[in-house]
């Protein structure tokens, strides 16, 4: 089946951003005396809203957070994607290169975040409104809400639909779409990771269109 519209994620997939994510939560938590490490946020945060992360904190470490630890993360985050974010490598090449391709964002990220995000990277005119946010639905990843309200805004069937993820949740709420779906493992943060079970993995973007390819075949 023909692809009619390609989703893809932003932290992870569009920009190299994990790491920066991690090292800033990291940091953040350490000044209040909770220790987590870059492992605990790969396996349990990744993909998931910051409102989400924020209760799994109080949950596991039974403790209040600061009333504005919210917002000095999102003031952090910026400043350190001011100095420091990057594209994945490769994605804005293969982007230009997908004449004639319907493209949307659908990412956990918050709307300043992700809109700052594709400023910084250059791809903000590439993707114009067509940027969707877990904050438009009433579940996060992995359900499958931000990828059906994506394709319903872009007038798509979710079985024409191919989504682009590098999370454990993004790969599920895909998948309970009812979506085709990739697994991008070319971020910093997929370094040395096994891929998932079940699921096409590639790092690198130059192959992308070979397997946009496949699927149609």
Known sequence: M?????IFDCDGVIAD?????????????????????PEDVRRDFLGRSFPTVAASIRARFDRALPADFEASYRSRLLARFEEALRPT????????????????????????RVARTLQLLGLDAQFGAD??????????KPAPDLFLFAAARMIAAPAA????????PGLAAAEAAGMRVLHYAGGGHMA??????GVRSFSDWADFPALLAELEA
Do not use: K, N, Y
Not at 2 to 6: A, G, K, N, R, T
Not at 89 to 111: D, E, H, I, K, Q
Not at 161 to 168: K, T, Y
Not at 192 to 197: I, S, T, V
């Open 161 to 168: 639909c191919l989504v682009i993820e590098d999370s454990a």
């Open 2 to 6: 023909q692809v009619e519209l390609i």
């Open 192 to 197: 040395g990771q096994p891929a998932p079970p």
């Open 89 to 112: 490598p490769g994605f804005a090449a293969m982007l230009a290169g997908l004449t004639g391709r319907r493209v949307c964002v659908a990412t956990s990220s918050s709307p300043p």
């Open 131 to 140: 940027v969707f946010t877990a904050s438009q639905v009433a579940r996060g």
């Open 17 to 37: 951003s994990e790491i920066l994510s991690a090292e800033v939560l990291i940091a953040q938590l350490a000044a209040l005396d909770v220790a987590i490490t």
